[in-house]
């Protein structure tokens, strides 16, 4: 019995990394969506308690980096968490010159973001001149 | 006695002294205080970050044809509609350090809150006899604006449950071209926060 459990409790992990949403832009979420075998009101809470106790967070996927009509460089994060829980995070970008030098800035500041479990997200930030060439980004936990 | 009396002052004294509560510098750039209902500085930086980031990438700033608009803040032009007392120049001054810096605009001192008196106390030098005339500026030498900044700051008391109250400021900032009287770009920023129905937000 309990190996016949262990066995189910297995093919649930590995049966949910095969599940293809119908369009990846439309995200719905639990309790929303109608239940399936392997994501139910019975698997959900093993799953969340997996990945609270591997501790899934935030990734990052993706940095873009682009410049406007203006010359001025625009940041674009993408990224997603993990986690079944909401994650809020605090972000820097520093803006860097030609020569690696970090521009000053009063917009350099340490801004709020969150990311809804098993969701995406986007930041974006700008560079207050159009010298930035690079960046740098820092995060920290939101108190 | 005497000497037992002066023991335990003595002992009093410091252990009163240990609980005193230390002044410390506030780490700015990494501030792990906690949060406080009214508005602090940090929220401050955040609007005004905030703010400006959108006002750059609007590219409501780009001048057609090149050169650099000049932008003035009118006086009382940004209102402070909340609870607390609130120097609305101080935000401002952040936002145009960073239009400045941004070289893609230039702010006139010559009117609206920034004005700077000098310049028209310079202006009634030029028929004092004091003063070589070929060094004071000559007439029709200001120029006027060509877009303007106007705000607000207002805030909204809810009753969240029996014993948390939320408190929601909002910071609003239009830029309007002076010509036309064309709003060329807005932006809202919400700074929400929930405490104790005890704690005061002003």
Redesign the interface.
Known sequence: MKALTLLFILLVFLATGCYEPYDSRIHVRDEVKSDSIIDNVVTRPVAKAFSALIGEGIEVDEAILRR???G?L?LYINGHNRAYSTRRFRYRVEWLDADGLVLE????????ASAMGKSPFSL???????EAVNFRMDT?KW? | MRARTIQIIMLGSILFTGCEEKTTNIDITHDDGKPVLALDYRDFDQAASALVQSLLGSGALKKEGGGRYVVATGRGQIINDTMQRIDTDQLMAKIEEEILNSGQAVMTSAIGSGEDKLIHDTRKLRDAEEFDRSTTPARGTLIAPELTVSGKIFQRNIRYDKKTQQVEYYFQLKLSDAKSGLRFWQKEIIVGKRGSNKSVAW
């Not at chain 1, 974006?124 to 159009?130: E, T």
């Open positions: 406007n009509e203006a001025i625009e800035t009063k917009t350099s500041v340490w801004l709020q974006k930030a700008v560079a207050p001149r159009p920290r108190e």
